[in-house]
Each structure stands twice: as structure tokens, then as C-alpha cells.
């Protein structure tokens, strides 16, 4: 778990992005995770290769399993700006089981104190890779990986074994 991320607390109050009819809207995580029970996956970035061949694909194959296990959404937040998160998410998602949101610039990950730079990859500041169970704002678990190249601790089955 991330000393920054106390069980409990809320999550940080931000906006994020997402495209709607091909214009950027903002979204406060306020009213995204009002009153509704929550997975949220954050990844380091669309196209990178452990979020596209594993980390995302593992969450959309698993979607309906964690939907019937009482989530009420399923969302990956991406430092991606959003028109290559959209584009992404058409690649990963077609059929819309997961909500895509961008934290360009980084607001929410460095608010949980999830972000790092990683000049060896040429990919400058991301967010680590996590995962967190909200409900109603409220922080019921975390779980971060300790390198963004490692997929062990934010899997479909690490949720569905608590929920």
C-alpha cells in the first residue's frame, strides 16, 4: 500500500477528462464517485505494453464478474490527454465496459502521491500502477505495483477476492 493513501480517507477532489462528442469534458471526482461503489485501475499509459496486452485486458474480460459482485462502475484513469484515450479505448474496449478517464495532468495521481518520473522510458512523469476500491468518495482499498513494468497486486481477481 502507499504511506500517501490512508484507508478511509476521501479521494482527492479533481477533475478529470474524457471526450464527448469530440470535445474534452471535465468530470469531478466529486460527483464520479458520489454515492456508488467503485473499482478504479490507474495505469502509466494507453499503448504501453503491460496496461495494453495485460493490465486492461484482464479488466474488460473480467468486467461482468465484477459488475455482479456489486460495482457499480469500473474505471481506468490514464495520464494520457483524452482523444489517445479515446482512441485507446476503441482499441481495448469496444463495447464500453469500462469508463476511460484522462488525468493529464496528473492531478488525482499526485494527489494520492502516485506519480513518478521515469526518464529510462523516455515517458517523464506517470502515474504508478494502482488500483483502488472506492465507495462514495470513500477509500476501501489500494493496492500499488512496485514497478509500472509489474503486473501482480491490481488484477481482476486481487478485487473480486475482497468484494
Not at 27 to 37: E, H, K
Not at 101 to 127: C, P, T, V, Y
Request: hydrophobic share 45%.
Amino acid at each position: 500500500m502507499n504511506a500517501d493513501i490512508i484507508l478511509g480517507s476521501r479521494v482527492p477532489s479533481v477533475n478529470l477528462g474524457y471526450l464527448s462528442d469530440g470535445a474534452v469534458t471535465a468530470l469531478s471526482t466529486d460527483a464520479l464517485f458520489a454515492s456508488v461503489r467503485s473499482v478504479v485501475i490507474g495505469i502509466p499509459g494507453a499503448f504501453t505494453p503491460v496496461c495494453s496486452q495485460q493490465h486492461v485486458p484482464d479488466f474488460v474480460a473480467n468486467a461482468d464478474r465484477l459488475l455482479a459482485s456489486g460495482f457499480a462502475q469500473l474505471i481506468c484513469i490514464a495520464p494520457n490527454d483524452p482523444f489517445v484515450l479515446e482512441a485507446w479505448r476503441c482499441q481495448m474496449d469496444p463495447h464500453h465496459k469500462i469508463r476511460f478517464l484522462s488525468d493529464g495532468n496528473l492531478d488525482f495521481a499526485r494527489a494520492l502521491g502516485l506519480s513518478e518520473a521515469h526518464k529510462d522510458l523516455f515517458l517523464g512523469n506517470r502515474s504508478k500502477r494502482y488500483m483502488l476500491v472506492v465507495h462514495d468518495r470513500t477509500i476501501q482499498r489500494v493496492r500499488v505495483e512496485t514497478s509500472i513494468l509489474t503486473y501482480a497486486c491490481t488484477r481482476a481477481d486481487e478485487v473480486l477476492i475482497a468484494a
